[in-house]
C-alpha cells in the first residue's frame, strides 16, 4: 500500500478495528439475537447496538478529541475539523433474515472532506480501504473501477428507502427505466458494500436515493480512488447529507445519469 501519505496510520487503525467489528458480526450471523423495530422495515438488533458501541469506544480511546456520528445514536458533537462517520452493520435486514451481505463502514471526514473510508464485508471477511490521493485497496491489491463502456454491457445496484409504503419518491420509476437499459439490476441491501463493489469492478454503477451519511461516507470514497465517479443525479458533487447519488465507472455513470430523477 505505498503512497499512504499522512493518512496512514489513521487508515490503518479504521481498517483494524472495522475488522474487529466485522468478525463479531460474522460470529453472531444466524445464531441468536434480539430484533427491533425503528420503522415498519427498518430494523435494529441487539448486533447492531453493541458492534456500534465497541466502534465509538475503540475511536474515543484513540482520538478522544474527534467527532462521532454512528447511526445507532452517536451524534457529532465535538467542535473540531475531524469527524468519524460509522455504519456499525449496513445491510440489517439482511443480517435479520440470514442473507449474506453484511458490512461494516468506517470514514474519516476532515474539514467536511472525506479522507479515510473502510468497508469491511463482515461475512465474507473481505475488508476494502481507500484514503484520499492514495487509491483504494483490499487485501489482493489495488481497486480500479470496471471498464464497461456502456449500460447495455453493464451490472448495476441500486435500494429503496424504508419509507417508500408511504412516500412517492421510492425509486420505483427510476427503477424501471434503468431495467429496460442494462444487462442486470442487483439490490444487494448494503449500500456500503454496492458502493466497494463498483470499486472492486463488479458492479459497473450504482444509485440511491435517501441514504444516510454512515451508508456512503466510505464507499464514495473507494470509488473514487479506484478511478470512478460520484455524483448527485444532476451532476452537482455529492456531499454525504445529500439525499441521492449516482456512482459508476465514468462512461457507464455519463449514461445512467440522465435516467434518474428524485421523484421517481
Ligand atoms: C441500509 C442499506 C440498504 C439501503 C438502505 C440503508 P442499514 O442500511 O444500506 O442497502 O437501501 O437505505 O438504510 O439500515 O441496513 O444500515
Ligand atoms: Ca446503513
Ligand atoms: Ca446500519
Same mark, same amino acid.
Given at each position: 500500500?505505498?503512497?499512504?501519505?499522512?493518512?496512514? /496510520?489513521?487508515?490503518?487503525?479504521?481498517?483494524?478495528?472495522?475488522? $474487529?467489528?466485522?468478525? +463479531?458480526?460474522? /460470529? =453472531?450471523? *444466524?445464531?441468536?439475537?434480539?430484533?427491533?423495530?425503528?420503522?415498519?422495515?427498518?430494523?435494529?438488533?441487539?448486533?447492531?447496538?453493541?458492534?456500534?458501541?465497541?466502534?465509538?469506544?475503540?475511536?474515543?480511546?484513540?482520538?478522544?478529541?474527534?467527532?462521532?456520528?454512528?447511526?445507532?445514536?452517536?451524534?457529532?458533537?465535538?467542535?473540531?475539523?475531524?469527524?468519524?462517520?460509522? +455504519?456499525?452493520?449496513?445491510?440489517?435486514?439482511?443480517?435479520?433474515?440470514?442473507?449474506?451481505?453484511?458490512?461494516?463502514?468506517?470514514?474519516?471526514?476532515?474539514?467536511?472532506?472525506?479522507?479515510?473510508?473502510?468497508?469491511?464485508?463482515?461475512?465474507?471477511?473481505?475488508?476494502?480501504?481507500?484514503?484520499?490521493?492514495?487509491?483504494?485497496?483490499?487485501?489482493?491489491?489495488?481497486?480500479?473501477?470496471?471498464?464497461?463502456?456502456?449500460?447495455?454491457?453493464?451490472?448495476?445496484?441500486?435500494?429503496?428507502?424504508?419509507? $417508500?409504503?408511504?412516500?412517492?419518491?421510492?425509486?420505483?420509476?427510476?427503477?424501471?427505466?434503468?431495467?429496460?437499459?442494462?444487462?442486470?439490476?442487483?439490490?444487494?441491501?448494503?449500500?456500503? *458494500?454496492?458502493?466497494?463493489?463498483?470499486?472492486?469492478?463488479?458492479?459497473?454503477?450504482?444509485?440511491?436515493?435517501?441514504?444516510?451519511?454512515?451508508?456512503?461516507?466510505?464507499?464514495?470514497?473507494?470509488?473514487?480512488? =479506484?478511478?470512478?465517479?460520484?455524483?448527485?443525479?444532476?451532476?452537482?458533487?455529492?456531499?454525504?447529507?445529500?439525499?441521492?447519488?449516482?456512482?459508476?465507472?465514468?462512461?457507464?455513470?455519463? /449514461?445512467? $445519469?440522465?435516467?434518474?430523477?428524485? +421523484?421517481?
Amino acid at each position: 500500500m505505498a503512497g499512504r501519505g499522512p493518512y496512514a /496510520e489513521l487508515s490503518e487503525f479504521a481498517s483494524w478495528i472495522a475488522s $474487529k467489528a466485522a468478525a +463479531d458480526i460474522r /460470529e =453472531a450471523f *444466524l445464531g441468536e439475537f434480539e430484533i427491533d423495530t425503528k420503522g415498519r422495515t427498518n430494523l435494529v438488533t441487539e448486533v447492531d447496538e453493541r458492534v456500534e458501541e465497541y466502534l465509538f469506544e475503540a475511536v474515543r480511546g484513540e482520538f478522544p478529541d474527534y467527532s462521532i456520528l454512528a447511526e445507532e445514536g452517536h451524534e457529532a458533537t465535538a467542535d473540531t475539523d475531524w469527524l468519524w462517520v460509522i +455504519d456499525p452493520l449496513d445491510g440489517t435486514n439482511n443480517f435479520a433474515h440470514g442473507y449474506p451481505m453484511v458490512a461494516v463502514s468506517a470514514a474519516v471526514q476532515y474539514k467536511g472532506k472525506t479522507v479515510v473510508g473502510v468497508v469491511h464485508d463482515a461475512i465474507h471477511d473481505e475488508g476494502f480501504n481507500a484514503v484520499v490521493g492514495g487509491g483504494a485497496w483490499n487485501d489482493k491489491g489495488r481497486l480500479r473501477v470496471s471498464d464497461a463502456k456502456s449500460l447495455i454491457e453493464s451490472l448495476v445496484a441500486t435500494g429503496f428507502p424504508y419509507d $417508500k409504503h408511504e412516500s412517492d419518491v421510492d425509486n420505483l420509476g427510476n427503477l424501471c427505466r434503468v431495467a429496460k437499459r442494462v444487462r442486470g439490476i442487483r439490490r444487494g441491501g448494503s449500500a456500503a *458494500l454496492d458502493l466497494a463493489y463498483v470499486a472492486a469492478g463488479r458492479l459497473d454503477a450504482f444509485w440511491e436515493l435517501k441514504l444516510s451519511p454512515w451508508d456512503t461516507a466510505a464507499g464514495t470514497l473507494l470509488v473514487t480512488e =479506484a478511478g470512478g465517479v460520484v455524483s448527485r443525479f444532476d451532476g452537482s458533487p455529492f456531499g454525504i447529507y445529500d439525499m441521492d447519488i449516482v456512482a459508476g465507472t465514468p462512461a457507464v455513470y455519463e /449514461e445512467l $445519469k440522465p435516467l434518474l430523477r428524485i +421523484d421517481g
